[in-house]
């Protein structure tokens, strides 16, 4: 007995005589069952239309793709073994952007990726505005309808870029959060924000991708990876999925930074997931030149001391225009490293006065002149814009302390911490320790994941062994809601402080005066 | 653990709270495994998008339709619990005329049937035509259509004559013939006629109504019931469910006689099953007035000795216009009662020359004169149209006989002979017996069953445990090819004198005198 070492699978079924009257589709069966114990799987009526033709054409040598679902496997196309194609589609579904992947899934090649804006941005940048429209019948069609239109004319574009044939396309992957997943497929999600937070929907059966509307092979299955909870959703499981933290000894943390701090701690034991809200500063969302990642955009800033004055890097290299949330994580740790921030998160304007200037009755420091920034105006950033980071910083910091208190681990018992998400990507981790964000570990045990919700979309294209994984991870999993009581929120006024008001928790920082 | 009684169950779901965030699919999930130990069923999108709504207005009391498919079970609809409606649909797909029952599935009892000429038949009255036509996409696509649209059609006046709603029909059971099966998915059909003889699908998965044009529920399933081979359809598969005999101890028979004389011989241990051509004289399909069962054809025939003259009986007691099968077989039978069709089948005009005439230089017999016939003419039967009987129950014999001594059964140890299709209720076992059509059992061993492949497809929506038994059969039966060699050429001379060349085979005819 093989393993099914791939989704698509080359096969000779027995010939046809008069001893052995099997029908053809028994035959598939028959050969699917011999060689790889899939006991049945299902098809679709537009398989066994085009399969009498296909058999004969093809002399009984066929090559098959498959899918799983949680009980059965799916036989999701059937072609003449030599030189057909099966092609995959992966799809991180962000709430401001998505990224599409088309996998070969005969030699589980990455061929062609794109990255596009969210269209239900339209109808508002977040989650709770796009619930709310979705309240009304027509609201929430539309929002589906937006997302599977663009989605259908990004896969056409990629196909055509890459010369592919859109009708092989047989096996689909998406990885959504719990809300994205639900107005992709047209669900009410109104449910999900209000308490006690029951989503509709968490275990996806696979479906047929052309009942939700996607434009690929009539017999093409959609996954969805599944929802944990109302705040945990199939990005994260993705996620998880894709960093492996699930078939390792040693404890793991798995952050995904964004207006939500999604969590999950543990091994191959246990899991242990929670989420709560971090505000969105870390996603560069709260001050005025705050900005998502984009051309033009600060991710990189350094104090120079000698000359008294801000560096920094821009993605593309371009004159400044804003700054994301690592520009300013890195810029809230170089301001306190330089002591022009104090303790408590407050501009020490005496020490550079030339940096500072009041508006409006408010201090701000002036991070790009009008002549170096790509606006004509000075780039500023306020007070309040400062303490809305560090509430941020402290919200999170606070969330992973309690999960980890929660189930008894001390955070410097944490082997490795994964930090998923395109954000992720760029945060600066010794940045995000000297402002008390993250945890103070040796650097070395933080590994930046990128986007790990289409990472772990795609490896679920290419490896079906993954789908065993994904039930171990489902049984394993717990959800927990992170309980807002008093002790927390004493937890998170002592984080509110720069790095912590317990700096014994920050000893790689103790070199910092203050 | 309750036993699934009906394929519908009331439940009710366990509450949300903030302890307890498993979403609302799961919960259906989670009662279906604890009462009914249903590990996981599969849903369909629009059941999932209705579901926030209906489970909340029905406080978690909802009333669910399951179907099964050998792998998995499949939930096709979700109500609140209260007075929801569910439907099940049986079709009997006949190649002449087909039947359509609607069922309460709630209750289980059958609400509305009707019975309707199979469209197609206006493309060509016999399989073999139909499979010519639909050699070419369009020709099967205008069959495919033809029924599609015709059962829609149907399936919409049984609704409004009842005041039920074709939204509230959730499960589907078609029993078919292999190719009218393969006709009404449109799959080709064409390899079912050539040798080998491979029919593209014998074992169909559980489809979506909708995907093959079903104007049913958005989540209706469709259960077509397999094919043994492609001349041993559903419709017999139906037909051994109904009868029972796969859970008996004795051994009987099934036939379901029409053109192809398909036999099933077996118990609870084996089933065999084959099929031979007939030909159409079964039927009445042969003879100038041979008419399939209708308003005014003769289904009844004795011949009156002392007036010298037929004495009939018309369905729907209307003015004779023709004659089918039963009275075919009756007519014979009495015609060599009295001596007025000799042992080789050849008609002794001397007896009675007032009721022959000649047409063309072929002698005719007159079995309703002009004045008494509803056409106005004489109904005639001539010579070829008896000789052409004569090998149609002589096939018949010579392939229960072949079939019983396949498996070295002597025909007398059947304990049940079961005759399916409408056709079969109307035989007179007596008239069968006496021609040598069947073989020389005691009268109440016949077991006329009806149109035994709706009645299969109506159990089946009535009782889940059928779907056991329909394994149990699928594992149990063997299809032998029936072997046309010498040997049965001699037993098909034998059979072709009345009742038999062995007068022994037919111990209770030894009163007649020839």
């Given at each position: 007995m093989t393993k099914l070492h791939s989704w698509c699978v080359d096969m000779e079924l027995s010939l046809p005589s008069l001893e052995d009257n099997t029908a053809d589709w028994d035959r598939i069966q028959v050969a699917l069952k011999n060689r790889f114990d899939v006991s049945r799987s299902i098809g679709h009526i537009s398989l066994y239309?085009?399969?009498?033709?296909?058999?004969?054409?093809?002399?009984?040598?066929?090559?098959?793709?498959?899918?799983?679902?949680?009980?059965?496997?799916?036989?999701?196309?059937?072609?003449p073994a030599s030189q057909s194609s099966f092609l995959g589609v992966a799809v991180d579904l962000g709430t401001t952007r998505y990224v599409v992947e088309i996998v070969d899934l005969v030699s589980r090649a990455s061929i062609v990726q794109g990255n596009y804006a969210n269209p239900q941005g339209k109808i508002g940048p977040d989650i709770l505005s796009?619930?709310?429209?979705?309240?009304?019948?027509?609201?929430?069609e539309e929002l589906r309808t937006l997302i599977i239109e663009d989605l259908n004319c990004r896969i056409t574009q990629l196909c055509e870029k890459e010369g592919l044939e859109k009708k092989n396309i047989v096996n689909v992957a998406v990885a959504g959060n719990t809300a994205m997943t639900h107005l992709f497929l047209g669900i009410e999600p109104r449910w999900i924000i209000r308490e006690p937070y029951i989503p509709p929907l968490n275990k996806l059966d696979l479906m047929l991708a052309r009942d939700i509307g996607?434009?690929?092979?009539?017999?093409?299955?959609?996954?969805?990876?599944?929802?944990?909870?109302?705040?945990?959703g199939g990005d994260l499981f993705a996620g998880i999925l894709y960093c492996g933290m699930h078939l390792q000894e040693e404890i793991s943390l798995f952050v995904d930074v964004g207006t939500n701090a999604e969590v999950v701690l543990g091994n191959k034991d246990w899991l242990i997931a929670c989420a709560g809200a971090a505000g969105p500063a870390l996603e560069g969302g709260v001050s005025k030149i705050g900005k998502q990642a984009s051309p033009g955009v600060i991710d990189r800033v350094k104090f120079d001391p000698e000359k008294g004055s801000f560096v920094w890097s821009t993605i593309g290299g371009l004159p400044p225009v804003g700054i994301c949330g690592s520009g300013i994580i890195d810029l809230a740790a170089e301001l306190f490293r330089n002591g022009l921030l104090d303790f408590r998160g407050k501009f020490v304007v005496s020490r550079a006065p030339e940096l500072f200037v009041e508006r409006d009755g408010i201090i701000h420091l002036i991070l790009v002149r009008a002549e170096e920034s790509g606006t004509g105006k000075d780039l500023l950033i306020s007070?309040?814009?400062?303490?809305?980071?560090?509430?941020s910083k402290a919200a999170m910091f606070t969330i992973l302390e309690t999960l980890a208190e929660t189930v008894g681990v001390s955070l410097s018992e944490i082997s490795r911490f994964y930090v998923g998400g395109t954000f992720g990507n760029f945060i600066d981790p010794r940045s995000a320790i000297t402002i008390g964000m993250l945890p103070d570990l040796s650097l070395d045990k933080f590994v930046p994941l990128g986007n790990s919700s289409l990472?772990?979309?795609?490896?679920?294209?290419?490896?079906p062994a993954l789908f065993e994984e994904l039930l171990d991870v489902e049984r394993k999993i717990t959800y927990i809601e992170l309980n807002v009581n008093q002790e927390f929120m004493n937890k998170f006024s002592a984080a509110k402080f720069l790095p912590h008001t317990d700096r014994s928790k920050f000893p790689s920082l103790s070199s910092l005066t203050f």
């Open positions: 239309r085009s399969l009498p033709s296909i058999v004969r054409e093809a002399e009984y040598k066929v090559r098959c793709s498959l899918f799983r679902d949680r009980a059965s496997y799916y036989i999701t196309g059937v072609a796009r619930i709310h429209h979705a309240s009304t019948q027509e609201g929430l996607l434009d690929v092979a009539p017999g093409a299955r959609l996954f969805m990876f599944p929802n944990v909870g109302s705040y945990f007070q309040p814009e400062i303490d809305s980071l560090i509430r990472k772990g979309a795609r490896e679920f294209l290419c490896r």
